[in-house]
């Protein structure tokens, strides 16, 4: 019989001293570990979904006491001026306040006002009705945050697992970093998706559970499943 499986949740640990910090990602650290020591107001961090960007505006917020804004307060904001620190994330997502956007900026630059963006994409690639917003972003001190290598990647499971409070071995960690699509994003999918495994059968993370989540994902993209993951195991 299966176990069932109860969500209880768990809440990602987004302390300065959580943040994994590799070679991918260290400018930008730098640049919030920086702070109040800013030559410049504005800072632009570039990364995809779950690199991070998040985590790093916590951290700012509790450095510098920063309020996250919302699209719609964007305007009032700038109208209002003063220098208290502002946060505003995913400003690449359609919808924004452009306008809004555009006068915070140029008060934020005017002003030396603190001020934090975050995106996904690139400046040149935001869906902007016009380039005042880009041409403004343009001057923010900008740093890109991804995945570099296997040992940042393995250092991310261990973070997820650990906010889970699951121990996992580390020969399964090497297993997945060897196996999967490595970006950020999936390293997140995977170790949500082998905590459900492995509760719903009441057993810890094993290799099989490991290469049935891969296995999951490859279907998923629409890839073909693979066995070879499955006839591997007895042999490692």
């Known amino acids: 019989m299966k176990q069932l499986a109860l969500e209880l949740g768990h809440i990602p640990a987004q302390g300065e001293a959580d943040f994994l910090v590799g070679e991918g990602n260290e400018l930008a650290y730098g640049r919030i570990a920086a702070f109040p020591h800013w030559p410049d107001p504005v800072t632009l961090l570039i990364g995809p979904p779950k690199s991070g960007k998040s985590h790093l505006a916590r951290i700012f917020a509790h450095r510098s006491a920063a309020a996250f804004a919302d699209s719609g307060d964007l305007a009032d904001l700038a109208a209002a001026g003063g220098r208290a620190p502002i946060i505003v994330e995913d400003v690449d997502q359609r919808g ?14 005017r002003d030396q006002r603190p001020l934090l963006l975050s995106a996904r994409a690139d400046i040149a690639d935001w869906p902007l009705a016009t380039d005042d917003v880009r041409s ?101």
């Open 136 to 236: 403004r972003a343009r001057r923010a001190a900008s740093f890109k945050l991804e995945i570099t290598d296997d040992i940042q990647l393995s250092q991310m499971f261990v973070k997820l697992f650990g906010d889970r409070q699951v121990v996992v071995d580390p020969k399964i960690i090497f297993y997945l970093v060897a196996r999967m699509e490595r970006s950020a994003e999936e390293a997140v999918i995977l170790a949500d998706l082998m905590d459900r495994l492995a509760l719903a059968r009441g057993t810890a993370i094993t290799r099989n559970i490991a290469a049935e989540a891969l296995d999951h994902r490859r279907v998923a993209r629409g890839e073909a499943s693979s066995a070879q993951d499955w006839d591997e195991q007895d042999d490692e």
């Open 96 to 109: 924004y306040d452009e306008a809004g956007l555009f006068h915070l900026l140029n008060q934020s630059m």
